[in-house]
């Protein structure tokens, strides 16, 4: 401690290069929190994907449906313990660009099946009674002000009309992670307003197993059951499903982080050398201190502590810009929608920032620690 008047006296003496070295180290460290943010928006889903959960889809494409009465002869099927099922809408909520999510859902199974998305009960039993009800995340709810109680129009793009539903829920996720921008109706009001030729029809099945080791048994028992049928099906475990979606935008994902690495690297470079060359520039101050009875272990720390204390203002302040950053939410208008910084990034920012000032500052002050006062005060 009684160095720290010494390490913030020659920090503040060139104010401007060392505004801007925190500065540098503020910009990369945003950045990287930004990246780490993304990376997280882009494979949520497979990071909190049920391990005991399976997905059904048409072999053919998920826009292909799947009849309903396939659920009791999934339900039949050895390990399978639950099923529900939804439709995507796709609908327009007063212009076009207000994009979230819409499921049709089962009222009577979906809930069970979701355990992560918390509903009040009251709230539930209101939307279930209430064939025109609406459940929405509370993302979604925040981003448009809705409140419960509330009419909410909804232009439908394959069915013609407005869809009029009223809010009864608003649901949240038990982890920061989980997506809250869903809106979910009943299906029966949906499958009433369908032709006849998609009457009684399903986007996809949701199943839960009793064991997650015989996912690939019961999966293959699925598929094998609606072998050489109208409507095959292919089934693969949540997280494969998810991991599917995230891979479809892997070229968006790839090309941010890897521009964003190089920048981001440039950065830390840039300042680790701007670092040492301030440390080396007062090589005779150095010599001095030695002169006046600093011990060469003295020395190395203060050269040491002065870079690392550097490093870690600007990462921290880099690292706390991208939290507040999230912190508002989705800035994609639903590209990403679950925009979060966790604390493992955070704490790897953090280190690496460390780990810069630590090394960018270890070679001048080893320099430092084996100097010569002599040879130092000669180069004066």
């Known amino acids: ?214 996912a690939v048994r019961v999966t293959r028992a699925i598929d094998e059951t609606f072998a050489n049928s109208p409507y095959e099906t292919r089934t693969m475990t949540e997280k494969a499903m998810a991991a599917s979606f995230a891979k479809q935008m892997g070229n968006i994902e790839f090309v941010l982080l890897s521009i964003g690495a190089v920048v981001f690297f440039t950065l830390l470079l840039v300042t680790g050398n701007t670092m040492a060359i301030a440390v080396r520039e007062r090589t005779g101050e150095l010599a001095v201190l030695k002169t006046v009875g600093f011990p060469d272990w003295a020395v190395l720390m203060l050269v040491l502590a002065e870079s690392v204390l550097v490093a870690l203002l600007g990462g921290g302040l880099g690292i706390a810009l991208a939290k507040a950053l999230t912190l508002r939410g989705d800035p994609t208008n639903g590209l990403l929608p679950v925009f979060y910084l966790p604390p493992q990034p955070i704490a790897a920012g953090v280190a690496a920032a460390l780990l810069v000032g630590v090394v960018a500052g270890f070679l001048p002050a080893f320099s430092a620690m084996r100097l010569r006062v002599v040879e130092a005060l000669r180069r004066v």
Do not use: C
């Not at 089962?106 to 009040?120: C, S, W």
């Not at 009943?186 to 369908?194: A, I, Q, S, V």
């Open 1 to 214: 401690m009684k160095f720290l008047p010494l390490i913030f006296a020659n920090l503040l003496r060139k104010k401007v290069r060392t505004a801007l070295t925190i500065g540098s180290f503020a910009v990369a460290l945003f950045l990287f929190g930004l990246l780490a943010t993304i990376r997280v928006a882009f494979s949520q889903g497979v990071d909190v994907a049920g391990a005991d959960r399976l997905m059904v889809i048409n072999k053919v494409s998920i826009i292909q449906p799947l009849p309903l009465p396939y659920r009791d002869r999934i339900l039949r099927i050895p390990g399978v313990k639950q099923v529900t099922w939804a439709n995507w809408f796709g609908g327009v909520y007063v212009d076009e660009k207000n994009f979230f999510p819409q499921f049709a859902v089962d009222a009577d199974t979906y809930r069970d099946m979701y355990p992560e998305f918390v509903i009040p009960d009251d709230q539930w039993k209101a939307f279930r009674e209430d064939r025109a009800g609406a459940i929405a995340g509370k993302l979604t709810a925040d981003k448009y002000h809705w409140k419960i109680g509330d009419r909410i129009p909804i232009r439908g793009t394959f069915l013609s009309g407005v869809f009029e539903f009223n809010l009864h829920g608003i649901y949240r996720g038990t982890r920061p992670q989980d997506d809250t921008t869903q809106f979910w109706f009943h299906w029966d009001y949906l499958n009433e307003k369908m032709p006849a030729s998609y009457k009684n029809m399903i986007g996809w099945y949701t199943l839960r197993i009793e064991n997650p080791d015989q």
